[in-house]
């Protein structure tokens, strides 16, 4: 005689997972995500905030290097306004004129940069610039040692701020004070 089990139904608990189980599943998923998802930006956006530091340094850098090799080298030097000197950087045969200045306008190719220019050819060297002067000092070790003009320079000081800010980061600040920087080949009349 062949014997038959009749199916069984199978029990309520192996059918799978309730509605209330799964909209709690889902509740609790979506606020890991949410938390993925900041931890993510976040990431991000100080990523992109150290990029630019490292960029405002790295041209902060090198522009300082420039400025202070001919900032030494010159025998003269022409104060244009706070924002502009020209200098006269003496060579084995003859001498050549540069001038080092900020541009302030909103436009065009040198726009909120500080830039060196000779011979008409400009190179930018820092972009981004939000504010920029150059300090003149004389060699007095009494009293005021803020030179008054061109013959008196003998030390040249140069603040610059960068700034940039991207889309949704906060804005990446990077201020520059230089060394008083003598100009070695100069004579001074005090």
Known sequence: ?????????PS???RGFTLTEILIATGISSFIMVGILQTFLMIGRSGYNAANYCVMEAESRRAMETF?????????VTWTSSTSITLTVPTSAS???VTYAYDASASGATAKSFYREVSGNKR?????????AFQRYKLVTSGSNIAANDLETKQIQLTLQTTM??????AATNAVLSARYILRNKSVST
């Open 124 to 132: 930018i060297l820092v972009r981004n610039v939000t504010s920029l």
């Open 12 to 14: 309520r608990s192996t």
């Open 1 to 9: 005689m062949i014997s038959t089990i009749p199916p069984t139904k």
């Open 68 to 76: 202070s090799q001919e900032i030494r080298m010159a025998g003269n």
């Open 95 to 97: 001498s050549y004129t």
């Open 165 to 170: 800010k991207g889309a949704t980061t906060a």
